[in-house]
């Protein structure tokens, strides 16, 4: 098993900066690709970012691309998400998550294990 806690969220205006940490434990060793979704009131979980093992393929959601950068620490075992000139739509609840197989990065259902979620709220 592998357990997954997401740090960093928070209240910011719009147009401003936060960076989201995810840390696992457990069976990290069995890791592929980490992920990054949200999921804003009333609406489905939506994928947002994620990056492979080895840190050399990264996926964005068109509405992060260019606002956003996802990395990880395979050493410390954390991935982490910048979020830059957030948006009001930025708002949701995101989550961290992982796949213990190579497979579709940006397809939720690929995914078995899940943080509890941090909340981002952006401010007009």
């Known amino acids: 098993q592998v357990q997954l806690v997401e740090s960093g969220g928070g209240l910011v205006q719009a147009g401003g900066s936060l960076r989201l940490s995810c840390a696992a434990s457990?069976?990290?060793?069995?890791?592929?690709?980490m992920g990054w979704f949200r999921q804003a009131p009333g609406k489905d979980r939506e994928f947002v970012a994620a990056?492979?093992?080895?840190?050399?393929?990264?996926y964005y959601a068109d509405s992060v691309k260019g606002r956003f950068t996802i990395s990880r620490d395979n050493a410390e075992n954390m991935v982490y998400l910048q979020l830059n000139s957030l948006k009001l739509e930025d708002t949701a609840v995101y989550y961290c998550?992982?796949?213990?197989?190579?497979?579709?990065?940006?397809?939720?259902?690929?995914?078995?294990?899940w943080g509890q979620g941090t909340q981002v709220t952006v401010s007009s």
């Open positions: 457990g069976r990290t060793f069995s890791i592929s690709t």
């Open positions: 990056i492979r093992r080895r840190g050399d393929s990264t």
């Open positions: 998550a992982a796949q213990p197989r190579f497979a579709s990065a940006t397809i939720l259902d690929e995914y078995d294990y």
